[in-house]
T-cell receptor
Framework: SQTIHQWPATLVQPVGSPLSLECTVEGTSNPNLYWYRQAAGRGLQLLFYSVGIGQISSEVPQNLSASRPQDRQFILSSKKLLLSDSGFYLCAWSALGTGDTIYFGEGSWLTVV | GIQVEQSPPDLILQEGANSTLRCNFSDSVNNLQWFHQNPWGQLINLFY???GTKQNGRLSATTVATERYSLLYISSSQTTDSGVYFCAVDNYGQNFVFGPGTRLSVLP
């Protein structure tokens, strides 16, 4: 069966520090991969999605970036965090192509102080 | 892009009551899903339902694609049903657009 994991689960970082959140999927090949952000009490905002290695689409301009160095690995990064980057970050995957279920990881709580 | 609305934004129920949550979307879709986000933040898939009706225990969902809405029914609600319910749609792209959610509180 397929599983998705992301880490770290909780992170407290000072303003201006770098960020790296990692997500891996097991049990499937060529998945679509996604990073979403959820601000407190709000809905989910799509940040990045990827349909293959090295292929990243950005939905929202920001100081975050994403990379997909391997088929089932998706990384969310920042060189310098802002206070407004605080939130709950969720990695997700779906089967390649459209019309399939999307599955989420456990989420990472980021607090920028 | 496609717009997704959900109603009501907040709902408070007594345990055992029934409820209906609504999701409206602005364009045709090939994928619609309902999720439950528990108090710990985890998103659980409830239904994959681009059209038609499905049931799973006390939960059921109906999507009328031609009229661009979906309904989630919760019967005999329990305190463990509390959380936020999201619908998400994909209109033939490769990403999912989420609605703002309905926050449900079930009181004992």
């Amino acid at each position: 069966s397929q599983t998705i994991h992301q880490w770290p689960a909780t992170l407290v970082q000072p303003v201006g520090s770098p960020l790296s959140l990692e997500c891996t999927v097991e049990g499937t090949s060529n998945p679509n991969l996604y990073w979403y952000r959820q601000a407190a009490g709000r809905g989910l905002q799509l940040l990045f999605y990827s349909v293959g290695i090295g292929q990243i689409s950005s939905e929202v301009p920001q100081n975050l970036s994403a990379s997909r160095p391997q088929d089932r690995q998706f990384i969310l990064s920042s060189k310098k965090l802002l206070l407004s980057d605080s939130g709950f970050y969720l990695c997700a995957w779906s089967a390649l192509g459209t019309g399939d279920t999307i599955y989420f990881g456990e989420g990472s709580w980021l607090t920028v102080v | 892009g496609i717009q997704v609305e959900q109603s009501p934004p907040d709902l408070i129920l007594q345990e055992g009551a029934n409820s209906t949550l609504r999701c409206n979307f602005s364009d045709s879709v090939n994928n619609l899903q309902w999720f439950h986000q528990n108090p710990w933040g985890q998103l659980i898939n409830l239904f994959y339902i681009p059209s038609g009706t499905k049931q799973n225990g006390r939960l059921s969902a109906t999507t009328v694609a031609t009229e661009r809405y979906s309904l989630l029914y919760i019967s005999s609600s329990q305190t463990t049903d509390s959380g936020v319910y999201f619908c998400a749609v994909d209109n033939y792209g490769q990403n999912f657009v989420f609605g703002p959610g309905t926050r449900l509180s079930v009181l004992p």
